[in-house]
């Protein structure tokens, strides 16, 4: 056994433990806020959250069942919802191999090759990573908001965000060059190349559908904030634009983090990074734990759907 396959589960023990530490310190430097927050439920907003999470997945499931059909494979709506909540709720355990593990192995058992289900999910992840790009590269500049960096960080860096604009149109316009970068990675990996073969249109269409699964994610987080804010909703609302952005930047870091599950910790503490300046420390606080609780939960009732709604 290799000494870094030795060392991998110790780390991201580590990893984990500095994540749930950073959640415990931002949770105990508000705890004071947190006891004299307001708290209340406006339900209604809590219902248009929901609504906006599930279409959010409908989406979600439709973009990846498109990226199968170009592999050449077919799953149907219902079996493909299946697959793809079965398998989140395996992010969950340390490791970041079981989700595409498990889902590899339901699609199997429905037909689909193992190559073209890796492919599909190494290809929507990278479209995922390519719309927040997008987001970051408007975002950053037009609001100059970089939360609670913004001391530690030179006066320029929301405008230099802008950069991200290059890569991105660069891999749009010639989505060869990704497929060829990412096939030179899995070989010095020493993992088969992607059988894959795109057109620029088929990446803007990837990306564009993409960002409108974050708008829809960062709208149910922008409802969800609303619904738990002792604020007015109209004051929630001058806010909506960070609250939008702020969630599909902090899943990115998370997702990149690699050695948390499901990016416990990170996602939350970049999200209070970047919105405590904005809408106070003990509303981001409770904004950014809710949401973690607010998804899983909706996961787990998604999987249980996809169980009894089986073709």
Known sequence: MKKSSRWQP???LLFLILALGFLLVMVIDQWESLRAYHWQIRWDWLLLSALMLVLSWIVEVSIWRRIIALMGERLTF?????????????????????????????????????????????LYQLGNLLSTMLIAAVYFPLSGNLGLLADFLPPKMAQSMAIFLIPLGIFLLRPALLIHAMNWALRRLQRPALPLQLR?????????????????IGSSFLFLTTALSASSPPETYRHAVDLIAAYPLSYAA?????????????????????????????TATIAALAMRLWISVGELLAAGMGWLWRD
């Open 78 to 122: 219902r079996t493909a919802w299946r697959i793809w909540f079965f398998s989140a709720i395996t992010r969950y355990i340390p490791g970041n191999i079981w989700q595409p593990l498990s889902m590899t192995v339901m699609a199997q058992e429905q037909g689909v090759r193992v190559v073209a289900t890796l492919t599909s999910i190494i």
């Open 254 to 282: 998370g997702y990149l983090s690699f050695v948390t599950p499901s990016g416990l910790g990170v996602r939350e503490g970049v999200a209070f990074l970047l919105l405590a300046p904005v809408i106070g420390g003990a």
């Open 10 to 12: 110790l780390l991201q």
């Open 200 to 216: 620029s249109g088929d990446m803007v269409q990837l990306v564009v559908s993409v960002t409108a699964v974050w708008f829809l």
